[in-house]
């Protein structure tokens, strides 16, 4: 069985940080291109980073970039995400995906999602 398990949530004031993990099992992703995404109280799912199978090629959305940083550990079968100067507008469950592609295609070629991890931040 498949699974995305997202760790590295919490509670931070603004300005804070926090590293998020997605650590998967039932089957290795090292070939596969991985993102992530949040969800906030009343708003849908959007996309926030992603990378490429081999983490050379990463995107960000407009509001993180500068501040987050997606990486990955093949070898462990995980991608992080950093985030720094955090915000309020930060907080939402945070998701990761897996695609079923070595090139991130956007949410449409998303595979498999992971459970989600809450990020509060306060002001």
Same mark, same amino acid.
């Given at each position: 069985?498949? !699974? ?5 949530g919490?509670?931070v !004031?603004?300005?804070?940080s ?5 650590? /998967? ?11 992530w995404?949040r969800? +906030? ?7 926030? /980073?992603a990378l490429? %199978?081999?983490?050379d090629?990463?995107?960000? /959305?407009?509001?993180v ?9 093949? /070898? ?5 995400l !950093? ?13 990761? +995906? ?5 090139? %991130? ?7 498999? %999602?992971?459970q989600?991890? !809450?990020?509060?931040v306060s002001s």
């Amino acid at each position: 069985q498949v !699974q995305l398990v997202e760790s590295g949530g919490g509670l931070v !004031q603004a300005g804070g940080s926090l590293r998020l993990s997605c650590t /998967a099992s039932g089957r290795s992703f090292s070939s596969n291109a991985m993102g992530w995404f949040r969800q +906030a109280p009343g708003k849908e799912r959007e996309f926030v /980073a992603a990378l490429n %199978w081999s983490g050379d090629n990463t995107k960000y /959305a407009d509001s993180v970039k500068g501040r987050f940083t997606i990486s990955r550990d093949n /070898a462990k079968n995980t991608v992080y995400l !950093q985030m720094n100067s955090l915000k309020p507008e930060d907080t939402a469950v945070y998701y990761c +995906a897996a695609s079923y592609s070595s090139a %991130w295609l956007g949410r449409s070629s998303v595979d498999y %999602w992971g459970q989600g991890t !809450q990020v509060t931040v306060s002001s």
